[in-house]
């Protein structure tokens, strides 16, 4: 018994270390694990050596790290990874193409935004950057994930702005329903240089896994405009999952 929960251990710490990477900065140092993991230092040593060794994390020099092409081989290995890229790459790049702006796909990851995919010039490389990694409820594409989540964010939204009553939130979840996106708050006293416009995908469940998030800048892009836009193209790839999920699967034919 005391192995089996030496075996789990060692996974949960694995897996810890590994969630450390990511984000608009994708490299991390000892230092930086620890700080994120509450470990110690002997530990995060060992971990990322034992992890450099199965391809799971490569040392990049200088004593940083980041994820490995093990990892990223595996992860687009996955049926449902791989149908979503599939269905989404097109449908963004044709996006990107007619707005000239940045365009991502993103998906939850706790209760910050994760981007999956981007597609930018190199002129709005510095977005991402200034993106990071925002909360759900302070940012439009966390919005729409969370207008059609299950319990719709009520936690999240009350852990983000303990002001904000539970009747207020649902209310401003209802509006972004009906307008089928989300996008940054208009007016005056908004000073935010980037705007956002998002809208969920849907495969075949009835809530959003992902969602699709165009940016633009202000008082330059409308920022209602750029939510239409992202709807438009969320529901092209949403028609292109339910196509695909409907074919029947080739694997047992024969030629």
């Known amino acids: 018994m005391s192995d089996i929960n030496g075996k789990r251990g060692v996974l949960q710490r694995a897996f810890d270390i590994l969630g450390c990477f990511g984000g608009p900065d994708p490299d991390r140092s000892v230092a930086d694990v620890c700080a994120m993991t509450g470990l110690p230092p ?92 925002p909360r759900l409820a302070e940012h439009p594409a966390g919005l729409a994930l969370l207008a059609w989540s299950e319990d719709q964010g009520v936690r999240i939204a009350q852990e983000t702005h303990p002001r904000f009553s539970e009747f207020a939130w649902r209310q401003h979840i209802a509006r972004i329903r009906q307008a089928g996106f ?17 809208a969920p995908v849907f495969g075949d469940r009835p809530d959003a896994q992902v969602c699709v998030m165009l940016g633009g800048r202000r008082g330059q892009h409308p920022p209602v405009a750029l939510g239409r836009l992202a709807k438009t193209t969320a529901q092209d790839i949403s028609a292109a999952l339910r196509k695909l999920s409907s074919e029947p699967s080739l694997s047992g034919t024969h030629a």
Not at 105 to 124: F, N, P, V, W, Y
Not at 182 to 198: D, K, N, Q
Request: with cysteine.
């Open 42 to 133: 002997a530990t995060v040593h060992r971990m990322l050596a034992t992890l450099s060794e199965h391809g799971a994390i490569d040392k990049v020099g200088r004593g940083r790290y980041r994820l490995g092409s093990r990892l990223w081989r595996l992860g687009h290995g996955v049926p449902d990874i791989r149908n979503l890229r599939d269905c989404a790459r097109p449908a963004l790049v044709d996006l990107h193409a007619s707005t000239r702006l940045p365009v991502a796909l993103a998906s939850a990851e706790g209760d910050r935004l994760h981007l999956i995919d981007k597609i930018a010039g190199r002129s709005t490389t510095a977005v991402w950057q200034q993106l990071g990694t």
């Open 182 to 198: 989300a996008h940054s708050a208009t007016g005056a006293e908004y000073t935010a240089p980037l705007v956002w416009g998002a």
